[in-house]
Every structure is written in structure tokens, then in C-alpha cells.
């Protein structure tokens, strides 16, 4: 892993959370429709928009901070009319030369503008630095080229000052069961676990602050200039967090999730007094004895380890009432052969089946001879009405069509909330089967033998509610973007999609929400792996209502040549992209711009998952004749 230093890249700390589909690996959700309808609605051709690292090496660079051998750079960067104007159209000239046709899609970029390092301390306090926000203005009115302005301000740390001083007061902080969760890392990178349960902190009021000044300054600029930004993209990832976020973002226990401050937990009150009406309602549902909703609090305990009042205050990461049944199978199989098929069975009678499509970059690393990430799969089983008892879970391998081979037995409990004694449950017969093929190798991950589960019903309320807190806050912040000149301008989310990362409990993200339409705010996603060039993405997109998205990152993780990249940009453009961003490392009159290098840009020098070919691949689509 690349090391993040104190004048980090923003564009390196910005792809972090891409980093754990590296290190989570597997992948899958639960079997799709394999009808994928295109729901291209744009007008125009895709815009290709990488996010170049302009701004350590050039918007917040002081004079000291250029090497000697880049000194015309610092004269761009620096004075009375610096911006990263000139170092973007280095960087694009770099991948597509001046005279070159513009190919399929336009070239543009993404500025990304961290928020909360738009500030300076005074004697007055913090104040906006009114020369960085020029040079950002600057930026956009003397680069020709249309662009995504990305308004970001995550947990990932920019070690912007600001920021240290928010992080002293708790209420900024996200909470767990435990209180404010304290400054973590991920891999290098340092996170600040900040809050959005509560839109009155000064931490939110700082990123409105910014964001006004900026956009204030912006719409100085001519209309014509204005209308070079097409789409601007909101805070980045948004969900919620948890302790130990390197580690803790897949099933394991204990279970810590956000957000259990004093304001969250009387807002979940409120948000089911207004499902429910009456607490009679609700004690139906939960089958509880509560007198009054003010009588409720967030589920928070693990019914294995932790004595419980009600059984209602019981959560782990399946209480909601699905486990997965997940793992990777690797078969040697002629170039272009559909995938392999893995069938689930319960107590002989078969629960569903899903393709063995999804990236497991673990196993690739620890059997690079298999050549290929895409090993992984993954079924979520519901159990939220199957009784109480223990089950049997078969799984088999379709080898062949109609051919099947078991890959391994479990032994779950589904138990009650009295914690019954289980009882076996009948079997049925299971199908015949065939020898494996010798080159067939595999591993369950989920569910491990002789565990056990419980289903909470007020815990699939705690996630809807932590979810709709997600889509609340971005509800807020478009509304302060809706205050200036680019109200009209098309907004889009930022947000990762666990689902394509099997090994994730997607629930203490609680990000599905957000990835459902939201009013006028469009879809951005960030796709890796074969969520960028499979059909992982595309079978999930077709079942929403959206009607057109922004790639808001984007890396296939391998190398691939010009005809597939082709492909790829081809397959998101039918289906209503109408943006894509990656990322690109600055380039100034040829030469390299040190900096702290992003792990996953495309660029000639960069070996990282084939980042240098794809910088390859890349330029012929960019400068090849339109088709």
C-alpha cells in the first residue's frame, strides 16, 4: 500500500475506500434478472472525466513545495492568476494529444475540491481561504474542457488544520453503543469518523460555509464558463461507520455500528411513532410489551454474550433476517466459457442458485495460477420466516449443465428468542451428483458449521432508519447546492456499493437507501472490478428506476486492451452513464509531477493492476477515429 504522508494526495485518499474491494475480496448479491434493459436518456455522448491530483501539487502548494525542475509549473500554480488550469491540460494532453480525434466520448476531468481544507485559522477564527478558492474558480474558467465538480468531504482525512480541531468535539463524531468513535485509519490513510445524524454541528455548518463560498466565487465567472461543469457530485462516500474499519467491514463480531448519539437514538423513536402510530402497532409487529415509544432504544446487544431485558435489544450482523451463504470455486474452463453455477439447498429442497462471477482479488493473490479474480459468489438466505429448528445447508457446483457437484455441508440453528432448544428438521432427498472435475477447487466461507441465528424484527426498522439518516443528509446538502447558480446543473451521490463485495455486511453501511433514487439527485457510483467491466453492476442497475448514472471512480483491476476498454466504456454508455471518472496522475510537459502516488491511477507508470496498460488502452479509445 501506497504510505499517506502529511501533504497526502487528496486523489489517493479520495480511492481508499476502493482499497477494501482488494482486501474484502469476494463478491455477489442475490441471483438477478438477466434481462438488462439500456436506459440511456442523455443528451450527448458520455463525458470521460478523470479526477487528475491537482490539488496537493498544485491548488494548496506554497512556493517551497514545487521542485526546482517544475519551477514553470509553480508559476502557474502560484500568483495573482494561479490555477491548476494549465497542469490539467498537461495531464489530458498527455492521454490524448493536441490534433488527435476526441474518439467516442469527450475528454474532460473531475476537480475534486475538499471542503473543509478551504479554511485557514485567524485571529478572527476560521476563515475561508479566498486564494484557494480562486485558484479552484481560476481552474475552471481558463480550462476549455467540461468537467464534474466533486464537492468532497469524507471520513477520509485531507489533514486539512480544520479538521483536527472539529475532531475535539464529540459532536461531530459518530457514535457507537460505546460513544464517540475516535480518529481511526485505513491501511495509511487516517479517518475521521464524523457524524451526519444531526445537520447542527459546526461540522456540518463548516462544509456549508465552504460550499457556498466557493459556488458564490464560482458564479462570478461568465455563463459560458458555468456551463463547462456538467454534473457536481455530493460529499463522496456517505454511510455510516464502525470501529476498526480496516478489519471490521464484513461479518465479524462484536457488532459496533453508528449512529447511537442522544439525537439519533430520539429520532429513531420518532421515525417509528410515525410508522406505527400507536405502540400497540408496534408491539404486534416486534411481539414486545412496550408501554410508550419513549420506552425504546436502539437495538445494541448480542444475545451470545450479553444479558438482555427484551429480546429486542438483540443485533449481530444478521438479526435483520438473512445470512449469506458465500465463498469462491475455481474451475479450469475453455476461453469465453459462461460461468460455473452454484446451487443452494436447505434441508434437501433447493433455496436458489448464483454465478461464480465475482472478484475475489484474496484468492487471486493467494493462487495467482488461477489467472483470473472472478471466483467468488455469494446467496442471501432469509430465514426471517423458516422455523426454528436445525438446518441442513447443501452446496453444489454446476460443472456442466445438469451436472452437479457438492462443494461442502453446514449445520446452522435458527433459534428462537427464548433460545429453545433446536431440533433437527426433516430432509429430503438431495439430487444426484457427479465426481468433481480434478481441477475444481473451492471453499464455503458462509456460513461456518454449527453456528446460530435470531431474527430481531425491530433491527430491520434500526436499519431503515439508519439508512433514510444517510439519504437525509444528502438531501440537505443538494439543498445547499440548489442555492446557487448550479441548481440546474444534473447533481449525483458518490457512493460505494457493498453488495459487490460478498464478504461486506452491506448493513453497517446502511447505504441501500441512497443508492435508490433520491428526487433530483442522480445516481454516482464507484465501480472496481468486475463491477466495471462485468454485468455485476449493469443486472443490478436494470432492476432500479433510475434513468441514468456518473461513474464517480472506476478501475477494472486488471489490464485490459484497447478493444475491451472500448467495451466496457461502451456497455456503461448504452446504459446511461453519463459520466465516467478515474484516476489520473499529473503530468506536466511530459514528465511525471511527484507526489504521492495514487494506487490506482492510470498511468505509464504506475504496474498496479495493470494501471499502466489501462493508461494505454486508454489513450488509443481517446484518440482513435470516431466509429
Known sequence: ?????????????????????????????ALLSSHIAPRAHKAGPMLLAPMIGVIDSCIVAQHSALTQDLASLQATCTGPNGSAAALVESTLLALQPRGKSLGAYPLGYTLPVPLLQLFRPSAAGW?????????????????????????????????????????????????????PLAQGRYYDAPLNNWSFANTQTELTARRVEATKALLDAMCQIPAEDIAKIRGVTLLGELHHLLPDFEAGMGFSTPYRVTDYSPQSSESFRKFLKKEFLRIEQLNRVLGTDYTSFEEI???????????????????????HGTLPVAGWAYLKQTAGAPSAWVHVYRNGTFVGKTQVNQGRQDVLAAK??????????????????LPTGLHRIDVFIE???????????????????????????????????????????????????????????LVPLWHAFRGQQVVDYLKFFDGVVNQSCLAGTPHYTHQIIPFTNPSWDANKYAIQASLQPIGDIRLGVSLYGDAAYGDTFTRWYAKTSHRGYGVTEFHPLKAMNAPAVQRMLSQHALHGAEFLSFFLEPRWNGKLVARNHNLFSFDPDNKQYGSDRLYESMRKVTTQSRP
Open 127 to 179: 476563515i475561508i481561504d479566498q486564494e484557494l478558492v480562486q485558484r479552484l474558480v481560476r481552474t475552471v474558467r481558463d480550462t476549455d474542457r467540461p468537467l464534474i465538480l466533486y464537492l468532497f468531504s469524507t471520513h477520509f482525512s485531507t489533514d486539512a488544520p480544520l479538521e483536527r480541531a472539529l475532531a475535539t468535539d464529540p459532536a461531530n463524531l459518530a457514535q457507537t453503543r460505546d460513544g
Open 297 to 319: 432504544q436502539p437495538p445494541s446487544r448480542d444475545i451470545r454474550t450479553e444479558p438482555l431485558r427484551r429480546f429486542a435489544e438483540h443485533i449481530d450482523s444478521f438479526a
Open 368 to 385: 495467482p495460477e488461477f489467472g483470473d479474480a472472478n471466483t467468488g459468489w455469494r446467496l442471501d438466505l432469509d430465514f426471517r420466516r
Open 1 to 29: 500500500m501506497n504510505s499517506y504522508q502529511t501533504n497526502r494526495t487528496i486523489t489517493a485518499v479520495i480511492s481508499m475506500a476502493a482499497c477494501g474491494v482488494l482486501v474484502a475480496g469476494i463478491v455477489g448479491h
Open 399 to 457: 460443472q456442466r449443465p445438469g451436472q452437479l457437484t457438492p462443494l461442502g455441508t453446514r449445520h446452522i440453528a435458527l433459534m428462537d428468542r427464548f433460545q429453545t432448544t433446536p431440533k433437527a428438521m426433516p430432509q429430503r432427498q438431495l439430487p444426484a451428483f457427479a465426481p468433481a472435475d480434478v481441477t475444481l477447487q473451492a471453499h464455503i466461507d458462509f456460513p461456518t458449521d454449527q453456528s446460530a441465528y435470531y431474527f430481531n424484527p
